[in-house]
């Protein structure tokens, strides 16, 4: 890319999280990626810099290890012109959701990341003329804690996310509460896999975004975003999964589109063999924890009609949401055993301010803070050592429980055996895929207040509401009991 020859006018939004904002290039297969602050900000250019090759530092060196290069997308710091990034801003300000619009895109350093189009098939600089299909999925934490630091028990039988949605609802951050339980999704099980996506389908929130060449045609930007159309999204989809068009329009077609994408995603999300180094890991934690959230409406379901839910088959190995959960579970301690232990670090930083270069707070994400990543042990000596590790698996943990899973599918061409890259079989035709991580940013030090206070939010909020409720049913159905008189007949 030439920082010297920059045109706005082939750049177009494509995206924004909290603390950053995404551009696409119409014909070359590359994103900007531009920091956001507050209006009130005061990070001057080198500390910008610094930020964004910390971001590339940590996906390179700690990252891509655990998960495998071919999953891991690093791109590299470049300086841009400042009256391009000025002049860019301005076009693309009334395509940004107003719930974004409260942070600026940087304009003063001139800094950003150059990445893949991750929308985009990995293997060409440039974008083909075939068609893309790729969906985005946010799978968040696939498993319950273990730790035996957790005070509320509940917290060892619903996941966090289902606790979390009724908050989110009860704030007007979500219209209604989403049927998605990550641990379906984590499962390896097909039937609960297939119940997950659908799920995430049904109610995207920020979890789930299809994008047709390039373009985003399905997902949630906020509660006023309006309700997700499965016949629209049916219709995008129909040339990809049945390209003769054999089949007619209505409901049926829509529920047979639907399902060869559910599939599809399924299959793909089981497939791969980029090992990594997830694999040095297994001799700690292991896949402890219940195999099934009891508030999961799939699990619910089969326990009205005296079922039992189908527990893991088991991820394989070489699957990426095998390696994903894995890093989240260096999670070992929970928040509630992991904040004595932060509050430990603070102690020692506030007494020797100077110590926190040494520590690898604020990085370099070197080998070195890859190695110590790997200490699983739980046996706490006192040490500030044992609690700074804690502390740093527990960032790189909620990275990888925040990230999210970039599906990028194209029909192969009739002579497809040319094409180096894996294959996926539909009823009808086949596609060549793409798998990749986005969103590894470090979770930041300063965080883990907010993420303990906020536990305690949700929990709390869960158990007077949504818990105390079901306790009151059942207290109910008991009363009614207490005056029912058994009568036998003899037969």
Not at 141 to 155: L, N
Request: aromatic content about 8%.
């Amino acid at each position: 890319m030439d920082e010297g020859k920059m045109d706005e006018n082939e750049w177009g939004y494509h995206g924004e999280g909290n603390k950053s904002l995404v551009v696409a290039h119409a014909q070359r297969c590359v994103v900007l990626r531009f920091l956001k602050f507050p209006p009130n900000r005061k990070k001057t250019s080198e500390e910008i810099f610094q930020h964004l090759q910390n971001i590339v530092d940590f996906g390179k060196n700690v990252m891509k290890e655990f998960l495998g290069e071919n999953y891991v997308h690093c791109g590299e710091v470049v300086q841009l012109p400042l009256d391009f990034v000025k002049q860019l801003c301005l076009k693309i300000q009334c395509e940004r959701p107003e719930s974004r619009c409260d942070k600026d895109l940087d304009t003063l350093s001139g800094y950003a990341l150059c990445l893949p189009n991750l929308a985009r098939l990995q293997t060409y600089r440039f974008a083909e003329h075939r068609p893309i299909l790729c969906v985005e999925i946010k799978p968040k934490c696939g498993f319950i804690p273990f730790s035996s630091d957790v005070t509320h028990e509940m917290k060892h039988k619903v996941c966090r996310y289902c606790m979390h949605q009724h908050l989110k609802v009860a704030t007007g951050k979500w219209k209604q509460i989403s049927k998605y339980c990550p641990l379906d999704l984590y499962s390896g099980n097909k039937q609960r896999m297939y119940f997950a996506l659908k799920s995430l389908l049904q109610e995207a929130q920020n979890n789930l975004k299809i994008f047709k060449n390039g373009e985003l045609i399905y997902g949630c930007k906020d509660a006023r975003s309006p309700v997700a159309d499965w016949s629209e999204l049916a219709h995008h989809l129909k040339p990809f999964f049945f390209p003769s068009n054999g089949l007619a329009s209505g409901p049926h077609c829509t529920r047979a589109v639907i399902r060869e994408l559910v599939r599809v995603i399924t299959r793909v999300l089981l497939s791969g063999s980029d090992k990594g180094r997830a694999g040095t890991l297994r001799s700690g934690p292991g896949l402890r924890g219940p195999p099934v959230c009891e508030a999961s409406p799939f699990s619910r379901s089969l326990r009205c009609q005296g079922k039992n839910t189908p527990e893991r088959s088991g991820l394989p190995k070489g699957c990426l949401l095998y390696k994903t959960l894995q890093v989240q579970m260096l999670d070992l301690l929970d928040i509630e055993g992991l904040y004595p232990l932060y509050r430990r670090v603070e102690r020692y930083l506030e007494e020797f301010p100077e110590e926190r270069k040494t520590l690898q707070i604020d990085g370099p994400y070197d080998e070195a803070f890859y190695q110590r990543l790997l200490d699983l042990s739980t046996e706490d000596d006192g040490t500030v050592a044992f609690a700074l590790t804690k502390v740093q698996q527990y960032r790189v943990a909620m990275t990888a429980k925040d990230c999210s899973i970039m599906i990028a599918l194209s029909p192969c061409l009739q002579d497809a055996s040319s094409d180096q890259r894996p294959i996926v079989p539909s009823s009808r035709s086949r596609f060549a895929f793409s798998v990749s991580v986005l969103d590894l940013d470090l979770k930041p030090y300063e965080s883990i207040p907010h993420q303990y206070k906020l536990d305690g939010k949700i929990v709390n909020y869960y158990l007077k509401t949504v818990h105390a409720k079901d306790a009151t049913v059942m207290s109910t159905r008991f009363k009614e009991s207490e005056d029912c008189t058994l009568v036998l007949h003899k037969v």
